[in-house]
Structure formats: C-alpha cells, structure tokens
C-alpha cells in the first residue's frame, strides 16, 4: 500500500517539522526525571499547562522526590495545589502514589511498563509518557488529541476505532519514528493544540491537508 505508507510518511514528517519550528516551552519539556515528569503529569490532568506553570517551579523547589510528599501532611500538599483546582483530589493520589513509590521500590519509580501500570492511577497514556520522555523507550502518548488527528486524517478504518481499541493504540505505536519519540509525541500533542484544534481545525495552515480524509469530506 504505498498510497497509505506516504501518508504515514507525511504524518510522522509533519508531526517533527512542527516539533522543530513550533514547540512550545514548559519546563517539564526540559526534563527527563521520571519524579517530576509522573508527578506533572498527575498536576496537568484536568487543568491547563497556564495553571501548572504557576506553581510548577515552587511546588518542585519544595517537593524534592516521593519522600517530600510522603512525609508532608495531605492537607498541606493540597493548600500548595490549590490554583490547579481539584486539590483534594490530586493531594491523595500523590500520597498514594508516594507510599507506594517509597516502600515498593525504594523510592525510585519503575522503569518497566508492567510495573509503571501496576501504580496507582497511573493509566496507558500516563505509562506512554514516562517510557518515552523519561526512560527514552518508544512509545505513544495516545490520548484524545492523538486519536482525534489520526482519525481526521486516516479516515476511514481508522474513524469508527473507540479510543480504547487495541489496535488504534497498535497503529499510534506503528507511527513513532525510531530514536524520535519525545519529539513525535511532543510535536504532535503541540500540532492538536495549535493546528488541528478540536473545533473549527485550521486545515489552510495544515501540511497534511492535501492527503487529509477529514479535509476531503469537507471541501
Ligand atoms: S487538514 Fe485539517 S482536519 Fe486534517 S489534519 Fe490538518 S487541520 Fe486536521
């Protein structure tokens, strides 16, 4: 199928061109430390980047490594998360997180995505991120986003997959170019943000309209 293999092709190019010319700075792009990389992501779920940028700086100066957190009272973790919103919430499972961490694994998070599932509330796209950013290991961060670009611009088979579908997640992993997975994931997640936005997608500014299911239905 060399139709379908040059716009997987395109896709995987787009995705890394835009990683190159367009990402955007966060802090915990900077990083690979498996601590604050899982514990960022637990801070951004159901929040903005905005939101966690203000208080990502402090909260990391005063919560060195799981042991901080165990050791700090639950309340006193959720007064720091406060401006995030759902602090409570976020508080507890740190805390869970950290007893676990702490006593299971000496302190260090798992490298093995076994394990790395086996925490608590730590799902597939959570997994995803720590394999590829933290431990270099390919990987695809699936998410909403993700499905929703592949989708759009596969069609066909591709648009009736649910998110959880085994093989929308095979077929997001046959997408990671080798050696290049933080900059796929990460220029992809920047390209569903900026370019194909969940409403009203900016296909005029697209490098992938000219093969795009999506586009095509809609001209
Ligand atoms: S052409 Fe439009 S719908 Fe297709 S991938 Fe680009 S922005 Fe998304």
Redesign the pocket.
């Known amino acids: 199928m060399p139709e379908f293999d040059n716009k997987k092709k395109l896709f995987i190019k787009t995705m890394l061109n835009f990683w190159e010319r367009k990402k955007r700075d966060f802090p915990w792009r900077r990083t690979k430390n498996p601590y604050n990389l899982l514990v960022t992501e637990i801070l951004l779920r159901r929040t903005t980047a905005q939101h966690v940028m203000k208080i990502y700086h402090k909260f990391f100066k005063k919560y060195k490594s799981f042991q901080d957190i165990l050791e700090t009272p639950e309340s006193e973790i959720a007064k720091d998360l406060w401006r995030l919103g759902l602090s409570n919430q976020r508080s507890k499972q740190l805390k869970k997180l950290a007893e676990i961490i702490v006593h299971e694994h000496g302190g260090k998070i798992p490298t093995e995505e076994s394990e790395i599932l086996k925490l608590p509330g730590v799902g597939n796209y959570t997994c995803a991120a720590l394999m590829c950013l933290a431990f270099e290991k390919p990987a695809a961060m699936v998410d909403s986003n993700f499905v929703r ?1 592949v989708k ?2 596969f069609g066909g088979h591709y648009k009736n997959l649910d998110y959880n579908h085994k093989e929308l997640w095979k077929f997001a992993r046959s997408l990671v170019p080798e050696g290049k997975c933080k900059e796929f994931n990460l220029g992809l997640m920047d390209f569903t943000a900026i ?2 936005v969940p409403k009203k ?3 005029t500014k ?1 490098n ?2 000219a093969l ?4 095509k239905s809609n001209l």
Do not use: D, G
């Open positions: 670009v759009r611009y370019i194909c997608p900016k296909c697209c992938l309209a795009c299911s999506y586009k």
